[in-house]
């Protein structure tokens, strides 16, 4: 079956740094995102990783290892506003994407 | 643009009862998406579409059907709701389809059936 495991809760000091781990297996892989949603609203576009390395995005970087089926999301200087899910998602052979249940991000000031 | 919208943005069904929940998106984009999101869960994959006519089940088998007559709107019906259809239902849409292609979110429609 195709799985995707990230933990489920993380907590965080404002202006600190913190790394939200995502590890996949699924049947192919074409990519993979990072989601941002905060509580009862929508999920936004984060980042998009397809070859390996780090990929960075002003306060945010993701990076991706294909060969251990293995990302993180990295967030640099901590802000109240940081406080939601991360939802890690993998795009399979088929093109579908396949989602984690997501991170809850805590941020304490 | 107003991106991707849904209504209603909540709503409480009987058992046994039906209701469609509108999404539409004002971006051209040809691939449109119906999610289901339970607490603690990811996204469930409800039906998706490539283009106006064209439509394809997700993961989530039973209870849902669809229509796609027109590139804008991606309508879900639900026929005799059950419980286990409560639940936060998004639509999403993206250009292309394509492995690198975003995709963007309603604000989602919140469901309960009792």
């Known amino acids: 079956g195709q799985n995707i495991d990230q933990p489920t809760e993380m907590t965080a000091t404002e202006g600190a740094i913190v790394q939200i781990n995502c590890t996949y297996q699924t049947s192919g892989f074409n990519g993979l995102f990072w989601y941002q949603q905060h509580a009862g609203e929508a999920p936004t576009f984060l980042s998009y990783?397809?070859l390996d390395g780090l990929e960075e995005k002003g306060r945010f970087s993701s990076f991706l290892s294909r060969s251990k089926g293995y990302s993180y999301l990295l967030l640099k200087e901590l802000q109240m506003k940081d406080s939601a899910s991360y939802l890690c998602?993998?795009?399979?052979?088929?093109?579908?994407?396949?989602w984690g249940a997501g991170t809850k991000l805590i941020i304490k000031p | 643009n107003a991106g991707v919208t849904q209504t209603p943005k909540f709503r409480i069904l009987k058992i046994g009862q039906s209701m469609t929940l509108q999404c539409t998106q004002d971006m051209n984009h040809n691939y449109m998406y119906w999610y289901r999101q339970d607490p603690g869960m990811g996204l469930k994959l409800i039906y998706y579409s490539v283009g106006a006519g064209i439509t394809d089940k997700g993961e989530v088998l039973n209870g849902y059907n669809v229509s796609r007559s027109t590139t804008e709107d991606f309508p879900l019906r639900l026929e005799l709701a059950a419980p286990s259809q409560t639940s936060v239902y998004f639509c999403?849409?993206?250009?292309?389809?394509?492995?690198?292609?975003?995709?963007?979110f309603g604000p989602g429609t919140r469901l309960t059936v009792l």
């Open positions: 990783n397809v």
């Open positions: 998602a993998v795009i399979d052979s088929n093109y579908q994407l396949i």
């Open positions: 999403a849409s993206s250009s292309s389809g394509g492995a690198a292609d975003t995709q963007y």
